[in-house]
């Protein structure tokens, strides 16, 4: 009975020895996942600061566009004032000369 006490003792050793190798196994490929998609996040967001920087130049070049539109607007509206003005002096002036 001894023997048999014994050899149980060994087969749980063994299980006990064979599921923590397991253990460590599942360990190291869960480590290796995350590690992988670890890198993969950060790839992404390499990707996503790039392209976010992209935008930014884009958005930067139309805000100056829309800052000239808005200028040359600015100028015409003002050159079409003067002009009315000016058209308005004429008409005045005709009209004193008959």
């Not at 001894?2 to 869960?30: E, F, P, R, S």
């Not at 996503?48 to 884009?58: F, L, P, Q, T, V």
């Amino acid at each position: 009975m001894a023997n048999g006490n014994g050899g149980d003792a060994k087969v749980w050793n063994l299980a006990n020895v064979i599921i923590t190798v397991m253990a460590g196994i599942i360990a190291v490929i869960i480590g290796f996942g995350l590690n992988s998609l670890s890198s993969k996040i950060e790839q992404g967001d390499a990707a996503i600061y790039a392209r976010m920087g992209e935008i930014k130049m884009e958005v930067r070049g139309i805000n100056e566009c829309m800052m000239k539109m808005q200028s040359d607007i600015t100028r015409v509206d003002t050159l079409q004032r003067m002009r009315l003005e000016r058209e308005a002096r004429e008409e005045t002036r005709r009209r004193n000369l008959q």
